[in-house]
């Protein structure tokens, strides 16, 4: 993946602040911006390039940011602009709109129209955001139609929103370990996560194309059984349910990806096991007890499934992550013991 970073830190003290103007101009589009301290301002920039798709991570000392007419003439950059605060509150105002938010709740506004925002810390000397651009042409929403989300709150207490915020912090945080073509698909989620969470705020999803309302639904769905993975009791009826579809759509998008419902959570909980059994923090812990803690509710099944898929026992994988329960266990001697009359 396509990434790169920038850091005032980099600099001598002189050249800080107007490197920072430079480089947000080159990255984004053309502002004009003043801070308080000048002389001592710091701040540094985290950008992924996903296709079409740009995600940037700042930290930054307070700010105001000024989008005027006579720089919209210069330049258009022809994107929308959604702000996650991270740390700190970003406020906005344009089109006669005037909000502020926090790390609760993102903010859409156009470039392509004036605007004027601003920042303020609530802990430490900086705030952070996650600021993502998106091409307008690749969002079926018009500029108008989208006109009265701009400046405006969209809580991510649940729902799409709260999905979309997770995604978009999921980005950041495991950014190092994709691909170039990790990076494409992500691009492409991303970009169908954000049109459905606009369409929804506007009730508005009957203009969405079919193959956006498919992987909008996929990536809900996916986020779903990833929270309950815990629950024994989850099955593909809870699923559907939860998602006003039947069982039947629901094996055909789980077809699509090329697995069964059934397989993707198994897939999923043994992962989070063999993760925890490798992860020194959990090397008290009994296996069967982690094997519970993802849903497994009969030990031996999970043993079964674990060797099937990873080639050893549990038992064997701990000892080999150097994760045994105590000091000089050698591979055989953890054992699952749980009632084998338990089915998950």
Known sequence: MRESRFSTDDLPTADRWSSWNEFS???YYSTRMRTHDPENFQGSMRMLDLGPIKVSTL?????????????????????????????????????????????????LYDPSRPFHSWTATTRGPDVSC???????KLIALRAQVLEPLNATPL??????TALLRRHLIGLQSNAVSWTAADAARLGTITLDLIAATYAHELEATSVLPP???????????????????????????????????????LHTIFQQQGLTVAAFIRQQRLERCRHDLADPRHRHRPIHAIAHQWGFTSAAHFTRLFHATYGRTPGDHRHAAGCALRPGTGPGSVRITAPSNVRR
């Open 25 to 27: 101009t080159d990255t």
């Open 155 to 160: 809580p991510a207490r649940r729902g799409l």
């Open 211 to 249: 193959e956006t309302h498919r992987q909008a639904l996929q990536t809900r769905i996916h986020d779903f059984i990833q929270q309950r993975l815990r629950d024994p009791g989850l099955t593909p009826g809870t699923i559907a349910a939860a998602h006003a579809v039947s069982t039947r759509h």
């Open 130 to 136: 996650m600021v993502v651009l998106i091409p307008k």
């Open 59 to 107: 930290n930054y000392n307070p700010l105001e940011v000024f989008r005027t007419p006579k720089l919209i003439r210069q330049s258009d950059p022809g994107v929308h602009q959604l702000v996650l605060p991270l740390r700190g509150q970003i406020g906005v105002s344009q089109a006669g709109r005037e909000s502020s938010v926090d790390s609760r709740a993102l903010i």
